[in-house]
Structures are given as C-alpha cells and as structure tokens.
Nanobody, 126 residues
Framework: QVQLVESGGGLVQAGGSLRLSCAAS????????MGWFRQAPGKEREFVAV?????????YATNSMKGRFPISRDNAKITMYLQMNSLKPEDTAVYYC??????????????????WGQGTQVTVSS
C-alpha cells in the first residue's frame, strides 16, 4: 500500500502563487509515476500534470499548465510538488495527487492510478 497526503492548498488572490505538496509513505519503492488531478465544483475530475518518479519525465494537460504549474519531485523526501503561479479563478478546485505503480506511461487517465490522496482545496478569488 502507498499512502499519499497533500498539503499547501488555501485561499489566494488571482495572480498569486501556491505550492502544493504530496508526501508519499508505505511501499513507495513501487511508485512509477505520480500525478496531479483537480476537480472543480460540478465538473469532472481533470488531469493537470504527471512526473515519472525515477527519470523525472513530465507531461502536462496544456501548455498553459506547463508554463504556470511546474511539477517536480524530491526523491529523498518522497514528496511531489506542484508550483502554481499566476493563479486564476478558474483554477479553483480540489487538487488530488495520485500514484501509479504499473505502467510508467505518464498517463492522463485517472483510472490508471492506483492510490489517491484526500485532496487539498485551492480557492482563487478575483
């Protein structure tokens, strides 16, 4: 089993920044990829970004997210980060981290992931 705990969410004004963290514990040696997803009220969960745990390769949902939300990881701390810059009200959502232990294909599909955190709320005011 892998346990994931997100932190770093909060209320921020448009144009501001937040850094989300996702700390992993348990059978972390099995992790291949780790990703960020988000779900806004009344909307489906959507992919944000993913990083390969060992090689560091990344994939983003859009070029805008690639520029504003760089994803990174610290293998020593077994923690993944999402640096969120130039935040917009439409970025308001619950952000979830997820871990995948099988394929390593940098999947954008939530059902490919095996473990999920509890989520952290990000609210961007206009």
């Amino acid at each position: 089993q892998v346990q994931l705990v997100e932190s770093g969410g909060g209320l921020v004004q448009a144009g501001g920044s937040l850094r989300l963290s996702c700390a992993a514990s348990g059978r972390t040696f099995s992790i291949v990829d780790m990703g960020w997803f988000r779900q806004a009220p009344g909307k489906e969960r959507e992919f944000v970004a993913v990083i390969n745990w060992n090689g560091g390769s990344t994939k983003y949902a859009t070029n805008s997210m690639k520029g504003r939300f760089p994803i990174s990881r610290d293998n020593a701390k077994i923690t993944m980060y999402l640096q969120m810059n130039s935040l917009k009200p439409e970025d308001t959502a619950v952000y979830y981290c997820a871990a995948e232990v099988n394929s390593g294909y940098l999947s954008r599909v939530g059902r490919q992931y095996d473990y999920w955190g509890q989520g952290t709320q990000v609210t961007v005011s206009s």
